[in-house]
């Protein structure tokens, strides 16, 4: 294995430079958008979800290095896209996350004496999240259908909100919905339920 940044070898440069050339030369990719990729975003978030739980349990991770290349992949496609609009590139990204790791991580970065546990790590970060973000925080519309009616109405729940449910709708949305505050009321995380369901029956 080669050793992690390795300034004579950037695997990294590389694949961006790979990807630059594969949007200038390969008529599939020269289509893509930021908007065509969100569901191979998507599956390979899931595949790389399912590679670490077979290698937690087996050992081989060899199979979740394969899946996070994948996820890589779309992280790299999506900076190339936005680079040749000169929005931003890949460099953004990481100095972006960079920053954001270490205002949130004072007892890493900064010159501080204190000996936090984990928990109290999760707090700080927490506190310091709030601070730049005061407003709440909106749930991402692309999260799984059912997960996100599942904590929309656990947020409507907590804030006293009252749930209109039509469970003789024509609308198959509105009945899909009723279902999901079932399953809350019977304890049952529906997003898993269904992916249960359906794998009973591959």
């Given at each position: 294995?080669?050793s992690?940044?390795d ?5 990294v ?5 790979v ?9 599939w990719?020269?289509e ?9 975003l ?17 050992g081989?991770?060899?199979?979740l290095?394969e ?36 205002r949130r ?7 501080t ?6 928990d ?6 927490q506190r310091i999240?709030?601070?730049?973000q ?19 109405l656990?947020?409507?729940?907590r804030?006293g909100?009252?749930v209109?449910?039509a ?11 009723a279902?999901?505050a079932?399953a809350r009321?019977?304890?049952v995380?529906p997003?898993?339920?269904l992916?249960d ?6």
């Open positions: 294995m080669s992690p940044l300034p004579e070898d950037d695997a440069a590389e694949f961006v430079a990807m630059r050339r594969l949007r200038a030369e390969c008529p990719k020269q893509q958008t930021h908007r065509s990729l969100v569901r191979y998507l599956e390979e978030t899931y595949e790389t979800v399912d590679a670490i739980d077979e290698a937690e349990a087996s081989d991770f060899g199979h290095a899946e996070l290349g994948d996820l890589l992949l779309q992280v790299v496609f999506h900076a190339v896209i936005a680079e040749e609009r000169g929005d931003f590139s890949l460099d953004d990204i990481a100095r972006g996350i960079t920053a954001k790791m270490r991580n004072p007892h890493v970065f900064a010159s004496d204190d000996d936090l546990t984990a109290e790590v999760d707090e700080r970060w999240k709030a601070a730049e005061p407003a709440p925080s909106e749930l991402p519309s692309a999260l799984p259908a059912l997960l996100y009616a599942d904590k929309t656990a947020r409507r729940e804030a909100l009252p209109d449910l469970t003789d709708s024509a609308d198959l949305g509105e009945r899909l919905l279902l999901v079932e009321a019977e304890g995380d997003e898993q339920a992916r369901a359906v794998r009973r029956r591959q």
